[in-house]
């Protein structure tokens, strides 16, 4: 036995044959300290992870009210686009989706106004009610809506894989981030060809709307894979990824158009003919 006062070794005792300190009380002192030890630092990882929850909730607000200006700040400087990371998945994964409600109602309101115009043959696509003032909201644009997610899925897919195959992939996340942001200026072209389609436009709406797909499913992957290949590999293997990429894309989405868009198409002639 050691004492802790003189630190003169004993064999056995309650106190200490050259100081006279006592043992017990030592050992209740140094039981007392390894008892609030645990305890003390028990609370450490609890008040950490409420602490944590706190941010957390306080930081959800700010995400959602921040999208306004997270859409200002890429409209005005598309550029930036490329620079977003994994905090702004959500507003990319909101943004791929307010892109693709922009392009089903600019097809859903031209093909409602033709609709009137030819005072209503195309309802029996939908319904066996026969004919009514406008065309179904729910059925037309959903069909709508799912052709443009194949299109923007397909897309995607071409580009996580192009960026695995180029070595360091990027993260799922950041990619719907940065893709997201890409297609947000496309939006709002789909905004103007809703208004050529209220108005009636035919010719118009198809162009825009058109031009916002081909720019979607073709342009901005090939750019999206150049802007980040440059700093993976050579510029000419760039180039070629780069490519090869957007080939793919408009190849699955020639084979998705022949699969699904145009029966769909071949079911809306066939109704007008009925006429």
């Given at each position: 036995?050691?004492?802790?006062?003189?630190?003169?070794e004993?064999?056995?005792?309650?106190f200490?044959?050259?100081?006279?300190?006592s043992?017990?009380?030592?050992?209740?002192?140094?039981?007392?300290?390894?008892?609030?030890?645990?305890?003390a630092?028990?609370?450490?990882?609890?008040?950490?992870a409420?602490?944590?929850?706190?941010?957390?909730?306080?930081?959800?607000?700010?995400?959602?009210?921040?999208?306004?200006?997270?859409?200002?700040?890429?409209?005005?400087?598309?550029?930036?686009?490329?620079?977003?990371?994994?905090?702004h998945?959500?507003?990319?994964?909101?943004?791929?989706?307010?892109?693709?409600a922009?392009?089903?109602?600019?097809?859903y309101f031209?093909?409602?106004?033709i609709y009137?115009?030819?005072?209503?043959?195309?309802?029996?696509?939908?319904?066996?009610?026969?004919?009514?003032?406008?065309?179904p909201?729910?059925?037309?644009?959903?069909s709508?809506?799912f052709?443009?997610?194949l299109f923007v899925?397909s897309?995607?897919?071409?580009?996580?894989?192009a960026n695995?195959?180029?070595?360091?992939?990027?993260?799922?996340?950041?990619?719907?981030?940065?893709?997201g942001?890409v297609?947000?200026?496309?939006?709002?072209?789909?905004?103007?060809?809703?208004?050529?389609?209220?108005a009636?436009y035919?010719?118009?709406?198809?162009?825009?709307?058109?031009?916002?797909?081909?720019?979607?499913?073709?342009?901005?992957?090939?750019?999206?894979?150049y802007h980040?290949?440059?700093?993976?590999?050579a510029?000419?293997?760039?180039?070629?990824?780069?490519?090869?990429?957007?080939?793919?894309?408009m190849?699955?989405?020639?084979?998705?158009?022949?699969?699904?868009?145009l029966?769909?198409?071949?079911?809306?002639?066939?109704?007008?003919?009925?006429?």
């Open positions: 036995m050691l004492c802790p006062s003189c630190h003169c004993q064999a056995a005792g309650n200490c044959s050259v100081c006279g300190s043992f017990r009380e030592a050992d209740t002192y140094d039981d007392a300290i390894y008892e609030v030890i645990p305890v630092e028990s609370y450490a990882p609890a008040e950490s409420l602490l944590t929850r706190v941010s957390r909730n306080a930081n959800e607000p700010k995400r959602l009210s921040g999208y306004t200006d997270y859409f200002q700040r890429i409209i005005k400087n598309p550029s930036q686009a490329l620079a977003s990371d994994h905090d998945f959500y507003y990319g994964m909101l943004s791929i989706g307010i892109y693709m922009t392009f089903a109602l600019s097809f031209l093909a409602n106004k009137t115009a030819m005072l209503g043959g195309l309802s029996t696509l939908f319904s066996e009610q026969g004919s009514q003032q406008a065309l909201f729910i059925n037309f644009t959903s709508i809506f052709f443009v997610l899925g897309a995607v897919v071409c580009m996580y894989t695995l195959l180029m070595g360091k992939g990027m993260a799922f996340k950041r990619l719907i981030a940065q893709f942001s297609v947000l200026p496309f939006s709002c072209l789909n905004v103007i060809a809703i208004v050529f389609g209220l009636g035919t010719t118009l709406t198809l162009f825009t709307a058109g031009l916002s797909l081909f720019f979607t499913i073709s342009i901005l992957p090939a750019l999206f894979i980040h290949g440059l700093h993976r590999t510029s000419t293997r760039s180039f070629y990824w780069s490519i090869g990429t957007s080939a793919v894309s190849i699955i989405s020639y084979l998705i158009v022949r699969t699904f868009v029966e769909f198409l071949t079911q809306i002639v066939n109704a007008g003919n009925s006429l």
